[in-house]
């Protein structure tokens, strides 16, 4: 399942994954973000995921032809979260409206854990 588009050319469906991994891309340029975060609640630590993950720290929803993404992520110690969070969802709305064409709603922030920057 994804999104369709229908233009003079053809048809372009766009999976939710490849939406994913443009929102996870777009969100670990952000400052202050030390990276993406395993979506499970069920640990009591939060994963710290590699750049090859990016998707699985991301949630895509898509209805009525607008998109909603829920990002979980991780920040480093001494930043803004606000600030960070703000940032994160003003890339992601942009990158993936840009790239992809599509109508994104809502960009959600689930910060799952701060990190020590070494």
Same mark, same amino acid.
Do not use: G
């Given at each position: 399942m994804g999104q369709e588009i229908n233009n003079n050319l053809g +048809? !372009? %469906?766009i999976s939710e994954e490849v939406i994913a991994t443009i929102a996870g891309a777009a969100a670990v340029e952000c400052y202050g973000l030390v990276g993406?975060?395993?979506? +499970?609640?069920?640990d009591k630590f939060s994963e710290l995921l590699g750049r090859e993950n990016l998707a699985r720290g991301v949630v895509?929803? &898509? %209805?009525?032809?607008?998109?909603? !993404?829920d990002l979980y992520i991780i920040v480093g110690y001494g930043v803004k &979260?606000?600030?960070?969070? =703000? /940032?994160?969802? $003003?890339r992601v709305r942009y990158t =993936? $409206? /840009?790239?992809t064409g599509l109508k994104v709603a809502q960009v959600n922030v689930n910060v799952q854990g701060v990190r020590v920057l070494e």
């Open positions: +048809k !372009i %469906d993406m975060a395993s979506r +499970k609640s069920t895509v929803s &898509i %209805d009525d032809q607008q998109v909603v !993404i &979260i606000s600030e960070v969070a =703000t /940032n994160v969802m $003003e =993936t $409206e /840009n790239l």
